[in-house]
């Protein structure tokens, strides 16, 4: 069975940084493709960042561009988002979800800017 | 960069069909946008329902199809349970280089 499961959401300070875990399992994590997706509270979806099976292509959206870095460790079978220059419209629950398709999702991290 | 609109909301009655709709800023809707369609209820995380325009999952009902329809991508619900009541979301991918979800739609069955 497909799993993910995000990890590493906090509340923290406008300006701050924190780094968001998407761990893996069911599937062989090296051939697939992942991304990031991000919900506001009360909010639709937003496409955030997309990251290559072997990391050679990475894509952001322009709201994070500058500030999120998307990575990933194949033999931890987990992807990373590293979230810098935090602000308070960045609040939101963060998912990861397989491949192009997006047809399998994590249940989300929430992340929270406020001082 | 595109915005992807879709309608805030609609209405079903059980046993009936409804339409959902994916429209983009840059033009037509095409085969290119490798339209999927996105089904979540309150609290959960999204769960996929169609792929590549028209293309279901194991999981996805029979009832719900994707389609391209007038220059949009469309989501067809025939047969509504109350089950199906949610808020659906279409993506649009653009070059493969960037994903843009629509703003999504309230589905609601009474």
Known sequence: ?115 | QAVVTQEPSLTVSPGGTVTLTCDSTTGAVTSDHHCSWFQQKPGQAPRTLIYDTNNRYSWTPARFSGSLLGGKAALTLSGAQPEDEAEYYCLLSYSGTYWVFGGGTKLTVL
């Open chain 1, 1 to 115: 069975e497909v799993q993910l499961v995000e990890s590493g959401g906090d509340l923290v300070q406008p300006g701050g940084s924190l780094r968001l875990s998407c761990t893996a399992s069911g599937f062989t994590f090296n051939t697939y493709s992942m991304n990031w997706v991000r919900q506001a509270p009360g909010r639709g979806l937003e496409w955030i960042s997309y990251i290559s099976s072997g990391s050679t292509t990475k894509y952001y959206g322009d709201s994070v561009k500058g500030r999120f870095t998307v990575s990933r460790d194949n033999a931890k079978n987990s992807l990373y988002l590293q979230l810098d220059g935090l602000r308070a419209e960045d609040t939101a629950i963060y998912y990861c979800a397989r491949r192009t398709w997006f047809d399998s999702w994590g249940q989300g991290t929430l992340v929270t800017v406020s001082s």
